[in-house]
């Protein structure tokens, strides 16, 4: 995708802009938050899991989900410099950017008010995260565009499965906020994306290949983040069938319409037979990673 063609949608992420404020809801973080479960913590006071008591899947989510808001910074920088300084896109990286930053501050003060995962632990990986600075890079902003439709869907779809999985009601419905700012996030990317296809569709399928099947989280950096992804994978919150149910099938085969998009040059072509090749081994592994966990759910008469 050329810087012609990200002047060429401006426009739209004008318009699309507009629509997002018509639709954002205002909310306030310190409403949300149950101030009145909270109490000191001393200086070298260890904390313990006791402290309030949960799936550790969904402790390593409420984790690993913080630690990514986290790295807001990096991230503007990223969307920054994929789509430029200027015109709707500039004004786009700010407002996201400003909401964004309330994910943050809601999560982590619930989760240090009710004490539901350890505070130093939290405080270090913040500082590990933040000072690493590691998030995805993107040689063309075609690549930019579909990835964050992708990762802004998914990381909705954490948020919201996280906080279903939460007894809490507070922390369910903190949860829930959040996940509805990163739909409307999702949807601004999607529909970009989706006039990009019309202007350009070999650019942006071969785009779509490449992120497709290379996608990952924006949280590798995070310490332990293979083990937590492996717990939440188990507990059903993020997993193959989430991804390809919810993400791929939904995003990339029916809105995209990647398998019917016309006029692609030959290896357009060759990319998006990649892509479809790939969509469908994911979607094998999730309905056995399903049938696996529902086996195991199922109490013996």
């Given at each position: 995708m050329t810087t012609d063609l990200l002047l060429e949608l401006a426009p739209v992420a004008e318009c699309l802009l507009e629509r997002h404020i018509l639709n954002a809801k205002e909310w306030f973080p310190h409403e949300m938050v149950p101030w009145s479960q909270g109490r000191d913590y001393e200086p070298g006071e260890d904390?313990?899991?006791?402290?309030?008591?949960?799936?550790?899947?969904?402790?390593?989510?409420?984790?690993?989900?913080?630690?990514?808001?986290?790295?807001?910074?990096?991230?503007?920088?990223?969307?920054?410099?994929?789509?430029g300084h200027d015109h709707a896109w500039g004004a786009w990286a700010k407002r996201w950017t400003a909401e964004e930053g309330r994910h943050s501050i809601v999560m982590r003060d619930y989760l240090l008010i009710?004490?539901?995962?350890?505070?130093?632990a939290l405080e270090r990986g913040r500082m590990h995260?933040?000072?690493?600075?590691?998030?995805?890079?993107?040689?063309?902003p075609a690549d930019g565009l579909v990835?964050?439709?992708i990762q802004e869907l998914a990381t909705r779809i954490s948020h919201r499965n996280t906080g279903?999985?939460?007894?809490?009601?507070?922390?369910?419905?903190?949860?829930?906020?959040v996940a509805g700012d990163e739909y409307l996030h999702h949807v601004f990317y999607r529909d970009v994306a989706q006039a990009a296809i019309e202007l350009d569709p070999s650019t942006m399928v071969r785009a779509i290949a490449r992120q497709v099947t290379n996608f990952a989280m924006p949280g590798t950096a995070i310490p332990g983040f293979a083990a937590h992804s492996k717990a939440i994978a188990a507990?059903?919150?993020?997993d193959f069938a989430v991804h390809h149910d919810q993400i791929l099938q939904p995003l990339v085969i029916d809105i995209w319409g990647l398998p019917s998009i016309e006029g692609l040059d030959p290896e357009a072509e060759e990319a998006r037979d990649r892509a479809?090749?790939?969509?469908?081994?994911?979607?094998?592994?999730?309905?056995?990673?399903?049938?696996?966990?529902?086996a195991k759910t199922v109490v013996p008469a």
């Open positions: 904390w313990s899991p006791d402290d309030a008591p949960m799936d550790e899947a969904v402790r390593s989510a409420l984790f690993v989900n913080l630690l990514t808001e986290d790295n807001l910074p990096h991230y503007f920088r990223t969307i920054r410099d994929t789509f009710t004490r539901s995962v350890d505070p130093v995260q933040v000072s690493t600075g590691q998030v995805p890079e993107f040689d063309d990835y964050v439709a279903r999985m939460l007894a809490d009601r507070r922390g369910s419905e903190i949860m829930a906020r507990a059903g919150i993020y479809m090749a790939y969509i469908e081994r994911v979607g094998k592994a999730g309905a056995r990673t399903l049938a696996r966990r529902e």
